[in-house]
């Protein structure tokens, strides 16, 4: 069973940048298929990065493309959503999940989530 911790979130201007992090347990981590997600109040949760095993593969949402970079580090078990020039609208519960598929980036191919971490960008 993997257990997902996610911290870094916190309350940001407009413009600027936060790194979330994910941290796995229990688990082999490097055959995980990675992934996050955010939930805004009175949203559906939606995908906003996911990152292959190896780290090669990545996929964004295009709400994100080229502010949002994902990235892991295997030896450190740990999922990483960097966050640049961000706008009110990012403002959102940020969620990690892994899925053992060969790939995934959809939520119902994701297995095991993390409890999630508040991102707040004020304008």
């Known amino acids: 069973q993997v257990q997902l911790v996610e911290s870094g979130g916190g309350l940001v201007q407009a413009g600027g940048s936060l790194r979330v992090s994910c941290a796995a347990s229990?688990?082999?981590?490097?055959?995980?298929?990675m992934g996050w997600f955010r939930q805004a109040p009175g949203k559906e949760r939606m995908t906003v990065a996911a990152?292959?095993?190896?780290?090669?593969?990545?996929w964004y949402a295009d709400s994100v493309k080229g502010r949002f970079t994902i990235s892991r580090d295997n030896a450190k078990n740990t999922v990483y959503l960097q966050m640049n020039s961000l706008k009110p609208e990012d403002t959102a519960v940020y969620y990690c999940?892994?899925?053992?598929?060969?790939?995934?980036?959809?939520?119902?191919?994701?297995?095991?989530w993390g409890q999630g971490t508040q991102v707040t960008v004020s304008s």
């Open positions: 999940a892994g899925s053992s598929r060969f790939i995934a980036t959809r939520l119902y191919e994701y297995d095991y």
């Open positions: 229990g688990g082999t981590f490097s055959r995980y298929y």
């Open positions: 990152i292959s095993w190896s780290g090669v593969r990545t």
